[in-house]
Nanobody
Framework: VQLQASGGGLVQAGGSLRLSCAAS????????MGWFRQAPGKEREFVAV???????????DYADSVKGRFTISRDNAKNTVYLQMNSLKPEDTAVYYC???????????????WGQGTLVTVSS
């Protein structure tokens, strides 16, 4: 599986963006898909995860900081996972990465396949 993230950009606080992560490879449906982010000078942190077909399909989890604002979803027919981000805040500014893992996890160490990252900048 290879991943290509897109959809980042500059948005004002309170605005919305949708990130996409296109995957190649037939095993996409079986992988858990995660979104992580890394702000300047900070460690990479978990944002959201969505289980693959090999686990409890549809299971998802979010970081407390984004619950109620972000939604992760996937379209297996398009081999794509999305991150809908609403009510964006300046503290959401970061490079966002999508990643794939064989098992369900919120720990970035569990993810062996990463996309290249897409920059989200939220202005105040």
């Amino acid at each position: 599986v290879q991943l290509q993230a897109s959809g980042g950009g500059l948005v004002q606080a309170g605005g919305s963006l949708r990130l996409s992560c296109a995957a190649s490879g037939r095993a996409f449906v079986s992988y858990a898909m995660g979104w992580f982010r890394q702000a300047p000078g900070k460690e990479r942190e978990f944002v959201a995860v969505l289980a693959g077909a090999s686990w409890f399909e549809g299971g998802r989890d979010y970081a407390d900081s984004v619950k109620g604002r972000f939604t992760i979803s996937r379209d297996n027919a398009k081999n794509t996972v999305y991150l809908q981000m609403n009510s964006l805040k300046p503290e959401d500014t970061a490079v966002y990465y999508c990643a794939a893992a064989p098992g369900y996890s919120t720990n970035p160490v569990a993810y062996k396949i990463w996309g290249q990252g897409t920059l989200v900048t939220v202005s105040s």
